[in-house]
T-cell receptor, first 114, second 108 residues
Framework: EPEVTQTPSHQVTQMGQEVILRCVPI?????FYWYRQILGQKVEFLVS????????KSEIFDDQFSVERPDGSNFTLKIRSTKLEDSAMYFC????????????FGQGTRLTVV | GENVEQHPSTLSVQEGDSAVIKCTYS??????FPWYKQELGKGPQLIID?????GEKKDQRIAVTLNKTAKHFSLHITETQPEDSAVYFC???????FGTGTQLKVEL
């Protein structure tokens, strides 16, 4: 069964450092998403990406965040200068060509900023 | 944007009983309402979804009902089993706004 894969599973970084979280969406999907889940809280939308550009982003997705699809398979989230409050689980998801269809989530990357 | 409210935040039931989780949404234009299950240490996984042209959908022990007039939809789990224990999130809106989650615990 096709799945979304994320690497690394856990990333520890120093405050102020840049991190790149990587995702490989399902191959025939065209919509990609990043979500954040602070421990014990709800899953929060960060950004959606379609046709090589951001289609929507939330207030959380400020200038320190960026996304990129550097090749035909990877979808990355970069956090330029990490803060302690960026510590969370980050989930990548993808969905097929239609909006409002099932989004498939990866297992997540746990980011710990120290 | 869409605002989705979910309750209860925690729910304990005895094995075999039914569980109901409710969500309300704000955007009357929303037309897709998924329910996701998140097990410990894993990403959310879709368990059932409903579109606005349907009032109810059932898949074995799981059902979802939608009331468009009142702008709320509910997840119903019958004959609960210990493996149903997880956090359940409702979703809505075109960027999949999640509710705050319900921690369901099925006790033996």
């Amino acid at each position: 069964e096709p799945e979304v894969t994320q690497t690394p599973s856990h990333q520890v970084t120093q405050m102020g450092q840049e991190v790149i979280l990587r995702c490989v969406p399902i191959s025939n999907h065209l919509y990609f998403y990043w979500y954040r889940q602070i421990l014990g809280q709800k899953v929060e939308f960060l950004v959606s990406f379609y046709n090589n550009e951001i289609s929507e982003k939330s207030e959380i997705f400020d200038d320190q965040f960026s996304v990129e699809r550097p090749d035909g398979s990877n979808f990355t989230l970069k956090i330029r200068s990490t803060k302690l409050e960026d510590s969370a689980m980050y989930f990548c998801a993808s969905s097929s060509i239609e909006l409002n269809t099932e989004a498939f989530f990866g297992q997540g990357t746990r980011l710990t900023v120290v | 944007g869409e605002n989705v409210e979910q309750h209860p935040s925690t729910l304990s039931v005895q094995e075999g009983d039914s569980a109901v989780i409710k969500c309300t949404y704000s955007d009357s234009a929303s037309n897709y309402f998924p329910w996701y299950k998140q097990e410990l240490g894993k990403g959310p996984q879709l368990i059932i979804d409903i579109r606005s042209n349907v009032g109810e959908k059932k898949d074995q022990r799981i059902a979802v009902t939608l009331n468009k007039t009142a702008k709320h939809f509910s997840l119903h789990i019958t004959e609960t089993q210990p493996e149903d224990s997880a956090v359940y999130f409702c979703g809505g809106g075109n960027k999949l706004t999640f509710g705050t989650g319900t921690q369901l615990k099925v006790e033996l």
